[in-house]
């Protein structure tokens, strides 16, 4: 019968050197997902113009300069915004009882649920 293996059993098997590894890969990369950053920012440390974003959006360039001003944008807008820049977003959850949780729109956790029943 198929039991399903916990990452935890299967990294404490590794040499100890590779679980050194992967402890410092995961600190890394949880120091970079707690940087905060907002719209523009992001933009402009892709070194991509308001006029690129528009563009590629097929909007006009005031818009996402009001865009990146909005103090609550709709997460369609932005997700549709970071993919103009090339990019996803990705939002993560946090309780201070649990690990951190990647919040997945219910459209993905549908169209993952009807992958899973067809294998």
Not at 35 to 55: D, F
Not at 68 to 88: C, F, H, I, N
Not at 102 to 109: E, R, T
Request: aromatic fraction near 4%; charged fraction near 30%.
């Amino acid at each position: 019968m198929y039991r399903p293996i916990p990452v935890e059993e299967v990294i404490a098997a590794m040499p100890k050197k590779r679980q050194e590894e992967i402890a410092k890969w995961g600190t890394e990369l949880l120091a970079r997902a707690k940087q905060r950053m907002t719209l523009a920012e992001l933009r402009k440390g892709r070194k991509i113009s308001q006029a690129a974003v528009a563009e590629a959006l097929g909007i006009g360039q005031m818009q996402i300069s009001r865009l990146e001003k909005r103090k609550d944008p709709r997460l369609s807008t932005m997700a549709r915004t970071v993919a103009a820049m090339g990019g996803q977003l990705t939002m993560i959850v946090s309780f201070p009882d649990q690990e951190p949780v990647v919040l997945v729109a219910s459209q993905f956790a549908e169209k993952a649920a009807r992958g899973a029943k067809r294998a």
